[in-house]
T-cell receptor, first 111, second 113 residues
Framework: GQQLNQSPQSMFIQEGEDVSMNCTSS?????WLWYKQDPGEGPVLLIA?????ELTSNGRLTAQFGITRKDSFLNISASIPSDVGIYFC???????????FGKGTRLSVIA | KAGVTQTPRYLIKTRGQQVTLSCSPI?????VSWYQQTPGQGLQFLFE???????NKGNFPGRFSGRQFSNSRSEMNVSTLELGDSALYLC????????????FGPGTRLTVL
């Protein structure tokens, strides 16, 4: 099946630092999404991207749909303790196919 | 508006048993997707239902099945449980079929002994 390569697998950062993570694929995707999962909960949708080159923000979060349509990036600015969790990228190849998820980036924030 | 609810939240079963998990989507949502989440494989798509019809199916054996009722509630069933079926089973709902903006429930943690 399709694979999304998400990196890094884990990150330890100081509170206040900026964070960057990315997702790449060998296939072209029509949609990219970023989710966050807290312990004991299901993933929560953070940002959805629909056009190549699109840059979208949600508060301190900014995500970009790569121009090649094979990658996406998520940046978190001025990290705070509640940013701790696992961040997943997900892509949709075409309109009637299921989402494919990356394996996640585990973010730890040191106060 | 209430979110996606899943019951039960935790289950312990033994090999060979069968299990049924339930999902109630957000009010007004007609599409329900099921995923299996494990540390090794991550989130793997199981199936999607819309208006009581299965629209998509992932690469899982026939022991995994599901259905959707007329009120959009969905159930998934796993028969002849194996140790490897231990996982967090997540349900996600969306308004339309093939909708990529999916809203997830908290999951059912299944442990097979």
């Amino acid at each position: 099946g399709q694979q999304l390569n998400q990196s890094p697998q884990s990150m330890f950062i100081q509170e206040g630092e900026d964070v960057s993570m990315n997702c790449t694929s060998s296939s072209i995707f029509n949609t990219w999404l970023w989710y966050k999962q807290d312990p004991g909960e299901g993933p929560v949708l953070l940002i959805a991207l629909y056009k190549a080159g699109e840059l979208t923000s949600n508060g301190r979060l900014t995500a970009q749909f790569g121009i090649t349509r094979k990658d996406s990036f998520l940046n978190i600015s001025a990290s705070i303790p509640s940013d701790v969790g696992i961040y997943f990228c997900a892509g949709q190849l075409v309109g009637n196919t299921p989402l494919v998820f990356g394996k996640g980036t585990r973010l730890s924030v040191i106060a | 508006k209430a979110g996606v609810t899943q019951t039960p939240r935790y289950l312990i079963k033994t090999r060979g048993q069968q299990v049924t998990l339930s999902c109630s989507p957000i009010s007004g949502h007609r599409s329900v997707s099921w995923y299996q989440q494990t540390p090794g494989q991550g989130l793997q798509f199981l199936f999607e239902y819309f208006s009581e019809t299965q629209r998509n199916k992932g690469n899982f054996p026939g022991r995994f099945s599901g259905r959707q009722f007329s009120n959009s509630r969905s159930e998934m069933n796993v028969s002849t449980l194996e140790l490897g079926d231990s996982a967090l089973y997540l349900c996600a709902s969306s308004y339309r079929d093939f909708d990529n903006e999916q809203f997830f429930g908290p999951g059912t943690r299944l442990t097979v002994l």
